[in-house]
């Protein structure tokens, strides 16, 4: 079987007010995989909110880029994954090792919707995971914010992850009343294996032959870490000089792993000058 490359792709109903987004993600998936240990009750978790930031990525009308964070209170503390408006993907786990290896329990949990114009105001969306699962909380979420209703399915077999969403636009008088739960209902009926497996046009066709389907280009998705020797320094330089010099004294030099791609960074007594170029005044 030939899997398409990782992809985002929009499609709609037509005489109604009702799109959708498809996404999945292999490569992108692994590159996160192939740095980190995880779990893998973890990474199926990883894989799923990668391919939701993917489709949430959909609505990002600028350049910038968009943070999906799911905190909890237990042995997994973290779960984020981010894209920037090209589809660049990255993503990171925080839990603590005596971790069991069960399904992970969302109760209790919030998930964190960051919005980082890379001109204009930074936005935060905090919805409580009351569903019990990130496709649920991502629902209330624009429903509580956004007054869009919308459904997200979201599936991952530790190899792949896929995310399916439908959502329903502000109508106008004259479009299909019944489309909503008619489209949703059959969406409903889809397997975690058609969803990971099939292509878009054939999974569309099976959910929608009798719908007037139309199906936009797609684009494509990959990984890229945002880490720079700059941002590393700018992380290094809050911890302040006498730090900074106690680790040099100690050391030699300062070495730091990027925690999302573990990109070896290392500062020198004189990277570390540079960062306080205050200092060297006197
Ligand atoms: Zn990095």
Redesign the pocket.
């Known amino acids: 079987m030939t899997q398409a490359a990782d992809q985002l792709q929009r499609f709609s109903f037509d005489g109604t007010n009702i799109r959708g987004e498809l996404t999945q993600l292999h490569d992108s998936y692994q590159e996160v995989l192939n740095r980190h240990q995880y779990p893998p009750v973890i990474a199926r978790a990883v894989g799923e909110l990668m391919a939701a930031t993917a489709l949430m990525s959909a609505n990002l009308k600028f350049a910038g880029r968009l943070t999906l964070q799911v905190r909890l209170s237990g042995s997994v503390s973290l779960l984020q994954a981010e894209t920037s408006h090209q589809g660049e993907l990255?993503a990171i786990a925080r839990y603590d090792d005596q971790l069991s290896n069960d399904e992970l329990d969302f109760a209790d949990g919030q998930l964190v919707i960051t919005v980082e114009p890379e001109q204009g105001q930074r936005y935060q969306g905090i919805t409580a995971i009351a569903g019990g699962n990130i496709a649920q909380a991502l629902s209330d979420y624009f429903e509580q914010s956004e007054q869009l209703g919308s459904r997200f399915w979201l599936v991952c077999d530790g190899t792949r992850a896929a995310g399916f969403m439908l959502q329903k636009m502000p109508a106008s008088a004259d479009e299909d009343p019944d489309a909503w739960d008619r489209l949703t209902h059959l969406a409903s009926t889809l397997k975690d294996e058609e969803l990971l497996q099939l292509d878009n046009e054939t999974l569309l066709h099976r959910l929608y032959h009798e719908e007037a389907v139309r199906l936009y280009p797609a684009s494509a998705l990959s990984f890229l870490?945002?880490?720079?020797q700059e941002r590393i320094g700018t992380a290094l330089h809050q911890l302040g000089y006498d730090e900074l010099q106690s680790v040099l004294n100690e050391q030699g030099s300062i070495a730091i792993n990027?925690?999302?791609?573990?990109?070896l960074y290392r500062f020198e007594q004189h990277d570390v000058d540079q960062l306080f170029p205050e200092r060297q005044q006197h």
């Open positions: 990255r870490c945002t880490c720079s990027c925690e999302f791609c573990q990109q």
